[in-house]
Antibody
Framework: EVQLVESGGGLVQPGGSLRLACAASGFSFSSYELNWVRQAPGKGLEWVSYISASGKSIYYADSVKGRFTISRDNAKNSVYLEMNSLRAEDTAVYYC???????????????????WGQGTLVTVSS | ETVLTQSPGTLSLSSGERATLSCRTSQSISTNYLAWYQQKPGQAPRLLIYGASTRATGIPDRFSGSGSGTDFTLTISRLEPEDFAVYYCQQYGNSPMFTFGPGTKVDVK
């Protein structure tokens, strides 16, 4: 059974730092791309960051670029999100989500997130 | 940046009725880059449709997706009690890499 379990959330003051972790099991972790997606209280979904299977390709939303760092440890089946210079607007539930990594017979890529963790709440407040 | 617009914001229907949800993109996208998700309160989103029209594993056939270019539709043929939720469309692009629409809430009339 595929499982993604986030941890590391909590209350932090503005300007502070936090490191989220997502532990994966039930699939070949090193073969899949992972993402972080967040959801502010009562709001919609916002994609935050992507990391390729090897960790060599990384992308960020403009709202977190320069402040957040995504990384992964394929030996530990885990992906991380280091969050610095946190702001009140970073308050959200942070989800780890797996990309399906699906390509059809012609090699066309179909991006979508087929498994999600339960989320971890980050609250930035003084 | 491609902006996604979903309509209506809220859809009030009864069980057994048909739901039609719209997702429009500000630029034409490839159909393989459009997905739909369902989210219930307190739960993580669930993948419903990828490639604009292909149901994900385990998704009932009352859910269907269609569309191309800038206009995409999620249809629920006959609403079941468990279908009342918020639905998001998602597109894959250049910058940002992924964008979600604002969501359509399907609630009980």
């Amino acid at each position: 059974e595929v499982q993604l379990v986030e941890s590391g959330g909590g209350l932090v003051q503005p300007g502070g730092s936090l490191r989220l972790a997502c532990a994966a099991s039930g699939f070949s972790f090193s073969s899949y791309e992972l993402n972080w997606v967040r959801q502010a209280p009562g709001k919609g979904l916002e994609w935050v960051s992507y990391i390729s299977a090897s960790g060599k390709s990384i992308y960020y939303a403009d709202s977190v670029k320069g402040r957040f760092t995504i990384s992964r440890d394929n030996a530990k089946n885990s992906v991380y999100l280091e969050m610095n210079s946190l702001r009140a607007e970073d308050t959200a539930v942070y989800y780890c989500a797996r990309d399906r990594n699906y390509y059809d017979a012609s090699g066309t890529y179909y991006p979508s997130f087929d498994y999600w963790g339960q989320g971890t709440l980050v609250t930035v407040s003084s | 940046e491609t902006v996604l617009t979903q309509s209506p914001g809220t859809l009030s229907l009864s069980s057994g009725e048909r739901a039609t949800l719209s997702c429009r993109t500000s630029q034409s996208i490839s159909t393989n880059y459009l997905a739909w998700y369902q989210q219930k309160p307190g739960q993580a989103p669930r993948l419903l449709i990828y490639g604009a029209s292909t149901r994900a594993t385990g998704i009932p056939d009352r859910f269907s997706g269609s569309g191309s270019g800038t206009d995409f539709t999620l249809t629920i043929s006959r609403l079941e009690p468990e279908d009342f939720a918020v639905y998001y469309c998602q597109q894959y692009g250049n910058s940002p890499m992924f964008t979600f629409g604002p969501g359509t809430k399907v609630d009980v009339k």
